[in-house]
């Protein structure tokens, strides 16, 4: 066999072998327990609301990143100016921080100890063993997702279109709102969709921050834990029910944004 | 009138002019890509600042960074109309119109879109998206918006040069009668002298940053200023050693083989210009008859037809270019590789620096 037949044999394999080792996890869960044992779980108190307390907790995250990460992510991409380096890095800075340590850091700058905590609490805010902690703490470790891919996205687009914008009587407000949002929305959902995802997996930073307190804090990862030591099953239902919203939200966006939404970084279309 | 002074460093390049454009004028930059014309437009729209300069349009001041004013680019009410057009692809074509309308009555504007539109020949297409027009429909609906706000003056970069052929020569046609009927003034950027001659009353040719010569077209054509303005216009450039004749005439030795006579004045390192359309080609050895002084054996290079003539390219060392009729073309057995005579009067020939 030659070395030109080898090479694409090769590209098969090594995409076989992703795929299998990425998928094998996700079936197995389901594969592992029947169906009823699965729906039975379900039933049981504590799980649906763990799964809700996620779905709340993610979706006002979601929406915090979003309005104040679009703007952010407009000023990065279209704006050249001192320090502009350092902000970028700092606004990956999550991305590589270990969920544990960003917990304890968020303990560390809000917790009632922490740096802000007197002010916090003269305000009124509590936000350890609350469910607005879980929000914090899904927004600190998830936004870095969005605000990326957002720069990205923005960043791609013609430069022309904006300028044209402009000289048609827009001020640079109306063309962020009329043509730049507008155009880069594919990499903004596809953004959107990577810090959802990103959010609803969180669990280090939630636990250290905000603990596990059923109904309150305790979101789907945290009670899957929880389960895991004492009732294997329960914690198989939980994920097979958490696999199946992420993948029903996943294949919805994919759905509502057209194929490329989740390919490309930052593409157009 | 729109008057534009400008000086400032553009990577590499030092973008140094003066222009001013009457109403109703249309002054065509032509040059080179690279020598700053779309620069100019960026700095009269606002959207390239330079380091110092000035921008007046009618009464209105938009730039003046001695008094430190900026008008910002919205705020200059203008219509520009962009290379690649830079229609909104997430807005149907009457959207894209009626997107400068700002001071207009939300109800109206789809009329008044619709109407502008209806002006180029494309209110049919008013609900498409750009993505499913025709190049040569994208430029009507990119001008329709581009006249909406009813703008001081016209910027157009090359407006042509995204259109096939067939389509860039009615697009033309329908631009050229667009601008003689605006009152304001336009400045046209193009790479093309013969669009340029086609659309603009006047042309100012730019090179490395400067104006280098201005003028109308024939004028540009007939007197170009330096060998670079020759080569623009399309005329034939050769070079040469210059010296003066007793009889008045000035004999040119070009480089590579040959001789000729101009009778334009000139000595030392030279370049010699005559138009395609000057030069007749004959069979080699044919009988010297005729007015024609300057004869120079050439090898046919390659025929193209160009509208109804034909445009030959010969080596003679030099690169020449002759215009002839397809009869010629017949009579002559003009084809690569054939051995003719070109030919031309010495009062055809302009002599102008390198």
């Given at each position: 066999m030659t070395a030109s037949r080898l090479f694409p044999l090769a590209l098969v394999a090594s995409l076989g072998v992703a795929l299998a080792f990425l998928t094998l996890p996700l079936l197995a869960i389901f594969l592992e327990s029947s169906p009823g044992e699965l729906l039975a779980s379900l039933g049981e108190p504590g799980a649906l609301d763990a799964l809700g307390l996620s779905l709340q907790t993610t979706g006002v995250a979601l929406a915090l990143i979003v309005a104040l990460g679009t703007p952010a992510a407009w000023l990065l991409a279209t704006r050249r100016f001192r320090g502009r380096a350092l902000a970028v890095t700092l606004v990956?800075?999550?991305?590589?921080?270990?969920?544990?340590?960003?917990?304890?850091?968020?303990?560390?700058?809000?917790?009632?100890?922490?740096?802000?905590?007197?002010?916090?609490?003269?305000?009124?805010?509590?936000?350890?063993?609350q469910t607005a902690g879980v929000v914090v703490a899904l927004t600190f470790v998830a936004s870095p997702f969005y605000i990326r891919q957002a720069q990205a996205a923005f960043a791609a687009l013609d430069p022309e279109l904006l300028e044209a914008s402009r000289t048609l009587g827009a001020s640079e407000a109306r063309t962020f709102a009329r043509i730049a949002v507008p155009n880069a929305l594919p990499g903004l959902v596809a953004g959107g969709a990577l810090a959802w995802g990103r959010a609803l997996g969180e669990f280090g930073a939630t636990l250290v921050f905000a603990g596990s307190l059923s109904g309150v804090t305790q979101t789907a990862p945290l009670a899957i834990y929880e389960r895991f030591s004492n009732d294997f099953t329960a914690a198989l239902a939980l994920s097979a029910m958490l696999v199946a919203v992420s993948g029903?939200?996943?294949?919805?966006?994919?759905?509502?944004?057209?194929?490329?939404?989740?390919?490309?970084a930052g593409a157009r279309g | 009138m729109l008057a534009l002074e400008a000086d400032t460093a553009l990577g590499g390049l030092r973008l140094e002019l003066t222009l001013e454009v009457a109403g109703g004028e249309c002054l065509a930059l032509a040059g080179p890509s690279g020598a700053g014309k779309t620069s100019v437009l960026r700095i009269v729209a606002g959207l390239l600042r330079p380091d110092s300069g000035r921008v007046r349009c009618g009464e209105e001041t938009w730039l003046d960074t001695e008094r430190k004013l900026d008008a910002a680019p919205e705020r200059r009410r203008l219509g520009y109309l962009f290379q690649d057009y830079a229609l909104f692809p997430n807005l149907s074509a009457w959207r894209n119109v009626a997107y400068g309308m700002a001071g207009v009555p939300r109800q109206q504007r789809r009329e008044r879109a619709t109407a502008?539109?209806?002006?180029?020949?494309?209110?049919?297409?008013?609900?498409?998206?750009?993505?499913?027009?025709?190049?040569?429909?994208?430029?009507r609906v990119a001008l329709a918006r581009a006249l909406?706000?009813?703008?001081?003056?016209?910027?157009?970069?090359?407006?042509?040069?995204?259109?096939?052929?067939?389509?860039?020569?009615?697009?033309g046609r329908e631009l050229a009668g667009l601008l003689a009927e605006a009152a304001v003034p336009a400045i046209l950027v193009t790479h093309d002298f013969e669009e340029a001659a086609l659309l603009a009353d006047r042309v100012a040719v730019m090179d490395a940053g400067r104006v280098v010569q201005i003028g109308t077209a024939a004028e540009l054509a007939a007197a170009p200023a330096s060998s670079f303005v020759a080569d623009l216009t399309g005329a034939v450039v050769l070079h040469g050693e210059a010296r003066p004749l007793s009889d008045g005439l000035t004999e040119v030795t070009l480089e590579g083989g040959g001789r000729l006579a101009s009778t334009d004045a000139g000595s030392g390192r030279v370049a010699v210009t005559v138009h395609p359309w000057e030069i007749s080609l004959e069979p080699p050895g044919a009988a010297r008859e005729g007015s024609a002084q300057n004869r120079l054996a050439a090898t046919v290079a390659s025929v193209t037809p160009v509208g109804n003539r034909v445009r030959v390219a010969l080596l003679a060392p030099q690169p020449i270019v002759a215009?002839?009729?397809?009869?010629?073309?017949?009579?002559?057995?003009?084809?690569?590789?054939?051995?003719?005579?070109?030919?031309?009067?010495?009062t055809a020939t302009r002599i102008v620096d390198v």
């Open positions: 990956e800075l999550p991305l590589v921080v270990p969920p544990a340590v960003a917990g304890i850091g968020l303990l560390a700058a809000v917790g009632p100890q922490g740096l802000l905590g007197p002010a916090l609490e003269r305000a009124g805010l509590e936000l350890v063993f029903a939200i996943l294949l919805g966006v994919k759905l509502v944004s057209g194929p490329g939404a989740l390919g490309g | 502008l539109l209806e002006r180029f020949g494309m209110a049919a297409h008013a609900d498409s998206r750009p993505g499913t027009l025709s190049g040569g429909e994208r430029q909406a706000r009813a703008p001081r003056a016209l910027l157009l970069d090359e407006p042509l040069s995204a259109l096939d052929a067939r389509t860039r020569a009615h697009a215009e002839v009729t397809g009869a010629a073309v017949t009579s002559l057995h003009l084809g690569a590789g054939a051995e003719v005579v070109a030919a031309f009067k010495a």
